[in-house]
Nanobody, 127 residues
Framework: QVRLVESGGGSVQAGGSLRLSCAFF????????MGWFRQAPGKEREGVAT????????SYADSVQGRFTISQDNAKTTLYLQMNSLKPEDAATYYC????????????????????WGQGTQVTVSS
């Protein structure tokens, strides 16, 4: 069984930074995609960034390109999201997710393709 546990959310002023972490528990699959998603109140869940564990290949939503960086630790069991230059519109609950058994990452818009999700961590950005 796979379990994902996020941490690192909090409150920050616009222009500030936060780093989210996601710990992966369970059988280690190198053929998996890890992703960060977010959902603001009244809005649909949207993809933020993905990383393919086996190669380290990454993808970003246009709205965060150049401000956010997705990465993993050397053991490939912890996923990070470094968020810089935060804007009020970045405020949301951020979720870590994984899709097992693929040779690449699904498109960021394909939230249904991710089969394990964390519980979410709240990010608040004040103007």
């Amino acid at each position: 069984q796979v379990r994902l546990v996020e941490s690192g959310g909090g409150s920050v002023q616009a222009g500030g930074s936060l780093r989210l972490s996601c710990a992966f528990f369970g059988y280690f699959y190198s053929n998996r995609c890890m992703g960060w998603f977010r959902q603001a109140p009244g809005k649909e869940r949207e993809g933020v960034a993905t990383l393919y564990v086996g190669t380290g290949s990454t993808s970003y939503a246009d709205s965060v390109q150049g401000r956010f960086t997705i990465s993993q630790d050397n053991a490939k069991t912890t996923l990070y999201l470094q968020m810089n230059s935060l804007k009020p519109e970045d405020a949301a609950t951020y979720y870590c997710a994984t899709r097992l058994g693929r040779m690449n990452c699904p498109p960021l818009s394909s939230t249904a393709d991710f089969n394990y999700w964390g519980q979410g961590t709240q990010v608040t950005v004040s103007s």
